[in-house]
Nanobody, 118 residues
């Protein structure tokens, strides 16, 4: 079964940037859509960004203009560039194979922790 592995998390000060990666153990061309989600302590997992097979992108209002989702088919990798981070971005970030444009698929990575301090 294909697996997703996130990396790139860490600790950063407010205003800083991080780039998250999600490497798949097989081809990501099979996925029409791929998503990023995050889960902050005590909160439910929430949608952050999505990308379609036609490279259309969508973002949660809370990150629009600061986060960019992209993918590299040759590397079977999904990315999330995060700029101008604020403490509210502190969470575990997960990639997902995107069941549909609007709903997650059944494949999740293990997550990568992002901590933003003031």
């Amino acid at each position: 079964q294909l697996q997703l592995v996130e990396s790139g998390g860490g600790s950063v000060q407010a205003g800083g940037s991080l780039r998250l990666s999600c490497v798949a153990s097989g081809s990501i061309r099979r996925f029409n859509n791929m998503h990023w989600y995050r889960q902050a302590p005590g909160n439910e997992r929430e949608f952050i960004a999505r990308i379609s097979s036609g490279e259309y992108t969508g973002y949660a209002d809370s990150v629009k203009g600061r986060f960019t989702i992209s993918r590299d088919f040759a590397k079977n990798t999904l990315y999330l560039q995060m700029n101008n981070l604020n403490p509210e971005a502190t969470a575990v970030y997960y990639c997902n194979n995107g069941g549909t444009w609007a709903s997650p698929g059944r494949l999740w990575g293990q997550g990568t922790l992002v901590t933003v301090s003031t």
